[in-house]
């Protein structure tokens, strides 16, 4: 596996090794998971505010056939 070194204040470093410390993982580990974290974070907050734009416009929400679809499937109503 390929590494790098990245530069992080005291801070995160204190915070790094007290998770390290509570969670018994590596701080690389934490590291990693709190990108991926951040990463599907962004991703959600992308596609909402596209949903939102999709809604603000009528023409388009109605031509959105999937999202019929898919409001099938739910079990209220």
Sequence with gaps: ?????????GEAKQALQKLSAQTNKEMREILEEAIELYRR??????????????????QAWAEEEERAAWEGTLSDG
């Design 1 to 9: 596996m390929a590494s790098a070194t990245v530069r992080i204040s």
């Design 41 to 58: 974070k962004l991703f959600l907050e992308e596609v909402n505010d596209a949903f939102a734009r999709l809604r603000k416009d009528p």
